[in-house]
């Protein structure tokens, strides 16, 4: 690959903090390691590996000539006359933007954090290699079909293409940081499964309940089961809105999966039955073998409530702050549109995957939030030596052998044991090593005492010889075929072609939304849903009981789907997503859907004063109404503190309009007092139990007020030994805590500044090394917001209020006029430290602001600043 004179970005220079000063040595050492420190040189070198935006490149591995627009946010539009070179671009793209970001996320992957960091994350690379994500993946790629493997293949090929003339910190500043640990590192080639791979950790970032199993067992050898419930509180159907709230099996047409001249549909539905057929035989083959025996927004209004008679869908999934953002932005474009090449799409994707994850084509648009179904459970398995039980008999362990290689270290042997539900993971975290030790189960929706107790009605279990250990059974380590259905989204012309793209997508299990140029809108919950048997996965199972083993998956048919219904809008904010008349057991760990409930409110408001447009739906992103406020107000309406102060806070709490703007000072109080509250509650527990979970939390004090004397009022630390006392003592603390924060003049007291964001990278921006962090880190910025608020800007109760979880990114799309729609994200299109896209879109994003999308050829012309030509290496 070679290149011809270009035009490169340059950065704008910041100034040193001050407080770095004492670090002065270190600051030379590492400045000088990475040419930062000496005038132009140094700029050279920080900006040798941004990528070049503009001329010619020339590119061995592509077929005809490939134009990449640039507009003035960075973000791409790539134009190309074949699908191989279509997705080549992509992967060269994605490389020049990002490739240290793919790089590192392909590591942790496969387990091998090892290889660039040393034998400090030995620990996080025992405990993936015995999920196997990477070698799951290798086994999806080989399932593919021949089509889709070849998108894959192509984006493996662009980016290797890039590597080939790349190395070092002219791949990334990272790999100058890099340098003074491991100087002997150099990338492998990027491979088909290092993207598929990726699709595992998002899975496990929305596995949903697997903290709260965890969670919960531990607690459940200190608490009873009537406490245990009252601290995780049902879902409030009779207050909170479902997703469907009747005729849960869509109704279509005998046809409509069958129609005369779709065929996506049909190719679709034939690789459903292939990959359908793989899996019912390896279960086959398994049985025989053994004999008989976890955030996000989303939400799509019907042209019949907006302005332009058109469909408009809005969508912000939540994901954990991350520098550079999760996402990228790009639109995908065939010169000509045929079956050779069928692509024009624009949206949201990862670096390091082909294809676009959330956006539209020319004909569709969609949305994702997660699920939140249980898809994930633990087992409490008997083991013995190289066995385990189950049925009264013994069955072997499958054992296999793993080396990580630990860069400056020797090697490191690891033995993997699973049994039929999965691997082994006590021994790896502390959590599931202590289930282990003092296991709890549950029968049915209820906790068990531990299974040594004789009183349980299996006493027989204490006569089984070997130790506890705790497996994980995890839809997502069953190879599956969402890297198919990636591709089938983005070439939906119609719902039919929507839903059986979605039969595809099985891990991570979504909710879909979807609108249509011709005025349609829906609903799709796909995904690899288990079929449980005797238990329902909220506390551990009893592995040596087949009873409480999976019994399959919730056939496509039956899974919850919504097509024009009558009310013209469909929410969906990791609420539950039918009532329990669904057949089917779901989950008991949804969101508590205050989310929800105030999204419906908004719209149902704003239908009542006119038709909505794109802006109504921005505005309803922004929404800061915290979920406790009223719960607060009411309890502390009567409370007399002992602090002054605290005294005129609760007064200013009372006229409060309860949401957690910027700049508001009783929304700096409301949550520090909430933090005091809760901690006080949990009491005793606190050091057990994870406090992010803010609507559980919610609903759980607005339950506990009407018992003045409920033992969650009792602390003894505290001294406190029932409601009031407890508030009191918390209104005080709250005061004292602001105070020494932000001043005793209450009119200062700021919720953007307490709240801000502080924006780290993903590896070097906690290194411990003052310049290191200064180099990557960002921020903080100002935000408003909250948890389980709209404008989810999240924070751990316990852990300070700093944003950790955040609205990754914000669009509302218009299929009346693709070119009306508008995006934004965290932090921006560049993964480069000092490029200036590296947090270009942050402030926008705080603000709430987004930014105009170009669709068509006409606007992506109009808004276009750099233009790249990529050439075949032989013409």
């Avoid at 119609?494 to 909710?511: C, G, I, K, W």
């Avoid at 909220?538 to 399959?552: E, T």
């Avoid at 007064?651 to 700096?668: I, K, T």
Wanted: aromatic share 10%.
């Amino acid at each position: 690959m070679t290149q011809e004179p270009s035009t490169t970005e340059t950065p704008t220079k910041q100034k040193k903090p001050h407080r770095f000063l004492r670090f002065l040595g270190w600051t030379v050492a590492v400045l000088l390691v990475l040419g930062l420190g000496a005038g132009g040189f140094g700029w050279f070198t920080a900006q040798r590996s941004f990528p070049q935006t503009t001329g010619t490149l020339t590119a061995a591995g592509l077929e005809d000539k490939v134009t990449v627009q640039r507009d003035s946010s960075g973000i791409p539009t790539i134009t190309a006359t074949t699908s191989h070179d279509l997705f080549f671009a992509q992967g060269l793209v994605h490389a020049q933007d990002r490739f240290w970001e793919m790089d590192f996320r392909r590591h942790l992957t496969s387990g091998k954090l090892s290889e660039l960091f040393g034998e400090s994350q030995l620990g996080t690379d025992k405990f993936l290699r015995s999920l196997g994500w990477h070698s799951i993946a290798e086994e999806e790629f080989t399932a593919l079909s021949p089509e889709v493997k070849a998108f894959y293949e192509a984006y493996s090929a662009g980016v290797n293409a890039y590597l080939a003339e790349r190395q070092g910190a002219s791949l990334s500043l990272e790999y100058a940081v890099l340098g003074l640990q491991n100087a002997d590192y150099e990338p492998e080639p990027w491979s088909p499964a290092d993207s598929i791979a990726w699709f595992k950790a998002m899975a496990w970032d929305l596995r949903t309940n697997i903290e709260d199993e965890t969670e919960r067992a531990l607690v459940a050898q200190t608490l009873d089961p009537e406490l245990l419930s009252e601290l995780y509180p049902g879902y409030p159907f009779d207050e909170h809105p479902v997703i469907v709230d009747k005729n849960w099996a869509l109704e279509l047409p005998a046809a409509s999966l069958q129609r005369e001249g779709s065929d996506l549909v049909s190719r679709v539905q034939d690789r459903v039955s292939e990959l359908l057929d793989g899996a019912l035989s390896s279960v086959d083959e398994l049985i025989t073998s053994q004999g008989e025996g976890v955030g996000s927004n989303s939400w799509v209004v019907a042209g019949s409530h907006t302005e332009t008679g058109s469909p408009l869908l809005a969508n912000d999934p939540h994901l954990g702050a991350s520098l550079p953002s999760v996402w990228t932005q790009l639109q995908l474009r065939c010169e000509t549109l045929s079956d050779a090449c069928p692509f024009d799409v624009a949206g949201f994707s990862f670096s390091g995957l082909p294809g676009i994850v959330i956006g539209h084509n020319q004909d569709v648009a969609w949305g994702f939030t997660n699920l939140t179904t249980d898809v994930a459970d633990l087992y409490i398995e008997r083991v013995d030596g190289d066995s385990y039980w189950q049925d009264g008999k013994q069955w072997p362990l499958t054992v296999r052998n793993e080396t990580i290689k630990v860069a400056g270290g020797e090697d490191v042997k690891l033995e993997v044991r699973s049994t039929q539900h999965g691997p082994i993971v006590s021994g790896l975290t502390p959590d599931f090593t202590s289930i282990a030790e003092t296991p709890r189960i549950g029968i049915g929706s209820g906790a068990r005492e531990t299974v040594n107790d004789p009183s349980q009605s299996d006493a027989e279990v204490a006569d089984l010889s070997g130790e506890f250990e705790v497996s994980l059974r995890w839809t997502a380590l069953d190879p599956g075929s969402t890297g198919e259905a990636i591709f089938a989204l983005n070439q939906a012309k119609n719902f039919e072609d929507f839903r059986a793209a979605a039969a595809l997508f099985d891990v991570p299990a979504q909710n879909l939304i979807y609108a249509d140029v011709s005025g349609n809108i829906g609903y799709q919950a796909p995904g690899r849903l288990p079929i449980r048997g005797a238990g329902d996965g909220w506390l551990p199972q009893p592995g040596w009981d087949s009873a409480y083993d999976w019994q399959g998956f919730i056939p496509f048919e039956d899974q919850p789907s919504s097509y024009n219904p009558e009310s013209g809008y469909i929410v969906t904010a990791n609420n539950a997503i039918v009532s329990d008349s669904y057949p089917y057991f779901l989950s008991r760990d949804w969101d508590y859907g205050y989310r929800a409930a105030r999204i419906v409110e908004l719209l149902e408001e704003s239908f009542e004063a006119g038709p909505v447009n794109a802006q109504t739906m921005a505005d309803i992103q922004m929404d800061n109404q915290m979920p406790a406020a009223t719960s607060l107000q009411q309890a502390f309406s009567e409370i007399t503190p002992n602090e002054q102060g605290a005294a005129e806070a609760l007064a200013a709490l009372q006229s409060w309009n309860g949401q957690n703007d910027m700049g508001s000072s009783e929304a700096a109080y409301a949550n520090v007092l909430w933090e005091h509250v809760t901690e006080l509650m949990v009491g005793d527990q606190a050091a057990r139990i994870t406090r992010d979970d803010q609507s559980r939390y919610a609903k759980f004090f607005e339950n506990q007020l009407a018992e003045p004397n409920s033992i969650w009022w009792q602390n003894e630390k505290a001294d406190v030994s029932n409601r009031d006392e407890l508030l009191t003592l918390a209104a005080d603390q709250a005061y004292t805590e602001l105070v020494a924060a932000q001043g005793s003049n209450q009119a200062k007291w700021d919720w953007g500044k307490l709240h801000a964001i502080p924006l780290v990278h993903g590896t070097f921006g906690t290194s411990g090394i003052a310049p290191i962090e200064w180099v990557f880190n960002r921020g903080p910025y100002e935000v408003g917001g909250g948890s389980g608020v709209v404008n989810a800007t999240g924070w751990g109760l316990g852990e300070g209020y700093a944003t950790t979880t955040v609205p990754s990114m914000r669009m509302v799309i218009d299929p009346s006029n693709w070119d009306a729609s508008t995006w934004i994200h965290l932090t921006g299109a560049s993964g480069h430290a000092f490029n200036k896209h590296y947090t270009d879109q942050t402030q926008d994003w705080a603000n709430g602001v987004q930014r105009p999308w170009s669709y068509s050829q006409a606007s992506v012309d109009d808004t276009t600043k750099d233009t790249l030509t990529l050439i075949p290496a032989d013409s």
